[in-house]
């Protein structure tokens, strides 16, 4: 019996020694090497400016600091979704509003995000599901179109005079939309290097944006850095140079910052980032030949003429199931020694959410997806062999459960 973990980082020899060398440099936190990574996010995507921190929740709860989000206001996100899409929101103490996926879709629905779209809604938050991007055409075009609506909290909101798209793209760091690289399209990305991730730096994330002008894009790094460095006017960096100790506190902010060991990783990633891309579409259409012909499987298209996929996970539907059958399924797998996953458990079946209020009767859509819904392992350290081998057992599992 084969053993096929999930989604181990694909971490090489190179990415060892650019550690090691920090390591050895004395300078350990935020500092050349993570400015070096947030220079090449950028020219990666095709943006002006990043700025790296711990986590692409970070990222977020930041970013929606910087817009002055608060109490009073409202910020929309997908009811199909990891947490974070949704925790941030609550951190900065907005009304958290979630909507249904559209029909046989991982993605939020613009119909029923238009109906819940009101004058407290300042932010809203899609998800790049599987790294798979959401419909930003219309996205862009409901949020002019819902211009008389909105009133700005800050100077920053005014820039925009409408709600702003941040887009959760924890999942889509390398995928396009109608030949556009995600970090382009939505007002702000927010991308995650965690561990399991296609580029990963262990822990960690960046917030990219469409660029204002430079003055604006100079207001929006220094203002995020400053609030993820507990609202201090200086960082380690600058504050390293001879004479240059004295600072100030202009607010009693946070502290989620990168390290320059996170970007040693990442920027070894990078390099290698389009030969990982590569190999996982490779692995995703062999899937999709092996299972094409499997009329109980249904899958998420990742290459097609309007997007191409990062091609992160590999999610199918398992037609005529439900949850008993689908987890049965997963196990039958799990004694193969193949592990699965599901993405994901939609937000008010969480205890959490329950709490709040929300009710899972009320996302009809997004409940009939998660209910059959298994996830492949799809990682660079797989073989095409393994890819045959997983769709194989997935087929006898359907058949014996």
Known sequence: ????????????????????????????????????????????????????MNSATACMEMCLRLLGVGPGDEVITSSYTYTASASVIAHVGA????????????????DALEKA?????????????????????RLIKLVEDKKKLFSSNNDIQAMYDRIIILADGAH?????YKGRQSGTIADFTSFSFHAVKNLTTAEGGA?????????????????INTLSLHGQTKDALAKNKLGSWEYDIVEPAFKCNMTDIQAALGLIQLERYPKLLSKRKTLIELYESSLKEVNQVTMLSHYTEKYTSSGHLFLIGIRDSD??????????MAKKGIATNVHYKPLPLLTAYKKMGFKMTEYPNAYNM???????????????????YVAEKLISSIGGS
């Open 1 to 52: 019996m084969r053993n096929i973990p999930f989604s181990p980082p694909d971490i090489t020899d190179r990415e060892i020694k650019s550690v090691v060398e920090v390591l050895k440099s004395g300078w350990i936190t935020t500092g050349p090497k993570t400015k070096e990574f947030e220079k090449k996010i950028s020219e990666y995507c095709g943006t002006e400016k990043t700025i790296c």
């Open 95 to 110: 009304k958290i509003v979630l909507v249904d996926t559209e029909k046989d879709s991982y993605h939020l629905s613009i």
């Open 117 to 137: 779209i009101t004058p407290r809604t300042k932010v809203i938050i899609p998800v790049d599901i599987a790294g798979v991007m959401c419909d930003y055409d």
């Open 172 to 176: 889509s760091f390398g995928a396009t």
């Open 207 to 223: 917030l990219t944006w469409k660029s204002f002008d430079q003055k604006a894009d100079e207001l929006i790094y220094r203002t």
């Open 323 to 332: 949850e008993q059958k689908r987890n049965q399924i997963i196990m039958e």
């Open 370 to 388: 998660y209910r059959t819904e298994i996830t492949l392992p799809l990682n660079t350290k797989m073989t095409e062999n393994d890819i045959v």
